[in-house]
């Protein structure tokens, strides 16, 4: 079309008079929606239409003679002058500018403008962006922000094609999975769920490609074999051709509820041992006092004192079964007290003894002696004891051998305690012995350890300024050390009988208070034995009742009796006979009791734990 320009008709009414059409025709230019410019050689405006004056603001008679560089923005300067130059040579040229003084951005188009002799100029045609730039500078914003919302998501982000292959993964993606994006990306998931999970995975993919946005649990299976337990979320932005899904990683939260079903169950068997304690240790009271009165008496053949020995030996351990483990399964705080550290262990083992032993696991004890004792809190310290010797048999469970040995030892240095529970299982990855007290770190498989047990050891022998690390053993297997340090002091408050030995108390009169009538018959007949004068009852308001009607140098009171508690009579003693109160010994079956121990440590008066050595009842006589 240049070619049938030509510069034509004269200046009227001070308008700038366009190129016209080489025919004569009427000038089309004007009412073109861009806008159009023409300049000479010196890039000197000679024609502007009315589209080209309306983009600059400007009348078109004002723009007559101006520079056109001076029409744009500095920062377009370089842009214009390149345009126009290379326009001037026979080059078409295109490019942005912004207009001086106006929020525009142009679009321009610049092209030689030939007359009959030659080159006289240029031709620019101008259209106004700036409403399409600004769309276009805040999508790529808003693409940006998205992008930088799907990278940084702390959730794992994944989208699948309609068969199921990956299309795009974000970095928690590529960290929930182990996978970097370049080896999932076209993909197909199924190898990344384990069999089982598969089905149900299939059924929510395709309830989403239906439309149906969902969520659903299930496991991955990361590249380095690794399980973890995920969260998915999944909607389908085109029905049918693409589903996206965010990916939550809920191992911890699953092992966390885990532990605390866990720790619910331990409750509940607190609270069901609790009840049951004081049941069971009354017969075995009564099974070790009567064992003990058949056992004085000398005209026993060696036959029959072989098997009352025997007797009253295993009525003892179960006792010790029953009062270790409500040791470990009450809930209670913490408290520190004076203990011997080879007392702990050995609390530990009965609990654990019957299963070692039908693995075949042999138990060999080299406890120090004397034995070392310090203050701690042997309840959190049975808790560490059994968690090391738990991990022990598990893990020489995996090994097959002959013989499997559990080697604990003790030793007493100038301040310290050392412990050490030694295997003969597999021993422990190198890379995993920093590792292996990190909360929810295990070694173990799935199902098999929720990787807190060694967390928590850690943070019970923190709190009593000792140290726990793990070692594997040259010959194979593993050991784990403690240290704890030596704090010496005495216990302080109401203390179990058998701590003093004075001289021996005669012909006393004994009131003996329990709802047990084995109990009392046995106590009754060995006390009378010994020359001393004996009243029976069998409840408290009894034992109130036979105490206001004499006086006793001696009470044996068992605390929990049908009608009134044996706290409720000493706290009426307290306030109305403190003579008879503090003649009180105490007989209790469960001395583990947060409430009674704190009621027995404010008495001060002795206890006698049930069941019993009869020759600690005559020990309370004295004191």
């Given at each position: ?280 240790n009354n017969p075995l009271a009564s099974i070790t006092a009567f064992a003990q009165l058949m056992l004085s008496d000398g005209n026993l053949n060696n036959d029959d004192r072989h098997a009352t020995e025997t007797i009253a030996g295993e009525a003892r351990r179960a006792a010790r079964i029953v009062h270790n483990l409500l040791t470990f399964a009450r809930q209670h705080k913490a408290e520190k007290t004076f ?72 030793r007493r240095d100038a301040e310290t305690i050392h412990i050490e529970i030694e295997d003969t299982g597999p021993g422990i990855p190198a890379d995993s012995l920093e590792r292996i007290f990190n909360p929810f770190y295990t070694t173990k498989s799935v199902g098999h350890g929720t990787g807190l047990g060694l967390s928590i050891s850690l943070g019970i022998i923190s709190e009593h300024g000792g140290r726990i ?155």
């Amino acid at each position: 079309m240049l070619r049938l320009l030509k510069l034509g008709g004269s200046a009227q009414n001070g308008d700038v008079q366009p190129p016209i059409l080489a025919d004569g025709d009427a000038n089309l230019l004007d009412f073109l929606s861009d806008g159009v410019l023409t300049t000479d050689a010196e890039d000197r405006i000679t024609y502007a239409n009315p589209s080209a004056a309306d983009i600059f603001g400007r009348d078109r008679a004002a723009l007559a003679g101006e520079k056109l560089i001076s029409l744009f923005a500095r920062d377009s300067s370089e842009a214009v002058v390149f345009g126009q130059s290379a326009a001037r040579d026979g080059l078409t040229k295109c490019y942005d500018a912004q207009v001086a003084g106006r929020d525009c951005t142009v679009s321009i188009g610049a092209a030689p403008l030939n007359g009959p002799a030659g080159p006289i100029g240029t031709i620019l045609t101008l259209r106004d962006v700036s409403d399409m730039r600004r769309a276009h500078l805040d999508v790529a914003r808003s693409e940006a922000r998205y992008r930088h919302l799907f990278e940084d998501a702390s959730d794992a982000i994944m989208t699948f094609d309609s068969l199921g292959r990956f299309t795009s993964v974000n970095d928690a993606g590529e960290q929930i999975s182990g996978y970097m994006r370049d080896e999932l990306i076209g993909r197909f998931f199924g190898p990344l769920l384990p069999i089982s999970e598969l089905p149900r995975a299939v059924l929510e993919f395709r309830k989403a490609l239906s439309g149906q946005p969902g969520q659903f649990e299930s496991v991955v299976v990361r590249k380095d074999g690794e399980r973890r337990h995920i969260t998915i979320t999944y909607s389908c932005p085109q029905r049918s051709r693409e589903v996206l899904c965010l990916i939550r990683d809920a191992t911890e939260e699953k092992q966390l509820q885990q532990q605390l079903v866990q720790s619910e169950k331990m409750g509940a068997i607190g609270q069901l041992v609790s009840g049951v304690a004081h049941e069971l240790n009354n017969p075995l009271a009564s099974i070790t006092a009567f064992a003990q009165l058949m056992l004085s008496d000398g005209n026993l053949n060696n036959d029959d004192r072989h098997a009352t020995e025997t007797i009253a030996g295993e009525a003892r351990r179960a006792a010790r079964i029953v009062h270790n483990l409500l040791t470990f399964a009450r809930q209670h705080k913490a408290e520190k007290t004076f203990a011997d550290i080879n007392q702990v262990i050995e609390n530990t083992l009965e609990l654990r003894g019957y299963d070692l032993n039908v693995r075949g696991i042999q138990i060999d004890r080299l406890y120090a002696d004397p034995a070392p004792s310090t203050m701690m809190d042997a309840y959190q310290l049975q808790q560490v004891i059994l968690n090391l010797v738990t991990n022990a048999e598990q893990a020489m469970a995996n090994v097959e051998r002959a013989h499997h040995r559990l080697t604990i030892r003790t030793r007493r240095d100038a301040e310290t305690i050392h412990i050490e529970i030694e295997d003969t299982g597999p021993g422990i990855p190198a890379d995993s012995l920093e590792r292996i007290f990190n909360p929810f770190y295990t070694t173990k498989s799935v199902g098999h350890g929720t990787g807190l047990g060694l967390s928590i050891s850690l943070g019970i022998i923190s709190e009593h300024g000792g140290r726990i690390w793990a070692e594997n053993v040259a010959s194979g297997g593993a050991r784990f050390c403690v240290d704890l340090p030596l704090v010496a002091s005495a216990p302080a408050g109401a203390s179990a009988v058998g701590e003093s030995q004075p001289a021996v108390a005669k012909n006393l009169q004994i009131l003996v208070a329990d709802d047990e009538g084995a109990i009392r018959l046995a106590l009754s007949r060995f006390l009378e034995k010994a020359g001393h004068t004996v009243v029976s009852v069998d409840s408290g308001s009894k034992a109130l009742e036979a105490a206001s009607h004499g006086m006793f140098d001696t009470i044996f009171l068992d605390i929990r009796m049908p009608d009134i508690s044996g706290q409720t009579v000493f706290r009426q003693w307290q306030s109305k006979r403190p003579d008879l109160a503090e003649r009180v010994v105490f007989l209790t079956g469960d001395i583990v009791s947060e409430d009674l121990f704190q009621f027995l440590t404010g008495t001060g008066r002795p206890f006698i734990a049930k069941p019993f050595d009869l020759d600690l009842v005559l020990q309370s006589l004295n004191r």
